[in-house]
């Protein structure tokens, strides 16, 4: 049980490049997220789906495009990287209901730092 | 989701209790009160939730008053590895894509040697 990978954990890239941002989960999680954090803030919400197939705005989807073309993996993409995208992003994942012996808590990766030149 | 105002710093002994107090006034009934805390740069990580009952587990307690419109999370005895950022959330865990998980800024706790 793996639970929330991230892949890649680094990466650089020039302004203009393209790239796509991998998470995995491995607990039947219905629920999956994408956060960037920028340094001395909180996380702020980029993009979420609440199923396979189903994608929704969060608080800065500017210059991000998401994808969920299978319950336990979240593709996040960057169709042409600035600098200002330069931050540290975090997947999650949680059920969306609970039930007896599980609850809604959310499960992070370990985040991808990822620098735009 | 209710908005939650937490004070941007605190410290504490170690070995002491540590009281972190967060605020959501505008709390609605089925919204219950989440805790992480996001040690250095590390994935956020969940600590505990609680909807009106007072709430402990190996971690914490989740203290909330009877309104319902502020808790208090307490880690009985702090050690130096608690240094981090806690978030204090209110949501419904159940509404679907309304139930977004969304973070502020949270409160420091800085435990001291």
């Known amino acids: 049980n793996a639970g929330v990978t991230q892949t890649p954990k680094f990466r650089v890239l020039k302004t203009g490049q393209s790239m796509t941002l991998l998470c995995a989960q491995d607990?039947?999680?219905?629920?999956m997220y994408w956060y960037r954090q920028d340094p001395g803030m909180g996380l702020r919400l980029i993009h979420y789906s609440v199923g396979e197939g189903t994608t929704a705005k969060g608080e800065v989807p500017d210059g991000y495009n998401v994808s969920r073309l299978k319950k336990q993996n979240f593709l996040l993409g960057l169709e042409s990287a600035a600098p200002s995208q330069t931050s540290v992003y975090f997947c999650?994942?949680?059920?969306?209901?609970?039930?007896?012996?599980?609850?809604?808590?959310?499960?992070f990766g370990q985040g991808t730092r990822l620098t735009v030149v | 989701d209710a908005k939650t105002t937490q004070p941007p710093s605190m410290d504490c002994a170690e070995g002491r209790a540590a009281n972190l107090p967060c605020n959501h006034s505008?709390?609605?009934?089925?919204?219950?009160v989440y805790w992480y805390r996001q040690i250095h740069s590390q994935g956020p990580q969940y600590i505990i939730h609680?909807?009106?009952n007072n709430e402990t587990n190996e971690m914490a307690s989740l203290i909330i008053t009877e309104d319902r419109k502020s808790s208090t999370l307490i880690l009985p005895h702090a050690t130096l590895r608690d240094t981090a950022v806690y978030y204090c959330i209110v949501r419904v865990p159940w509404a679907g894509a309304n139930s977004k998980l969304t973070f502020g800024k949270g409160i420091t706790l800085s435990v001291r040697p």
């Open positions: 999650a994942s949680s059920y969306l209901y609970s039930r007896q012996g599980r609850g809604t808590e959310a499960f």
């Open positions: 505008t709390i609605s009934g089925n919204e219950y």
């Open positions: 607990m039947n999680h219905e629920y």
């Open positions: 609680g909807l009106k």
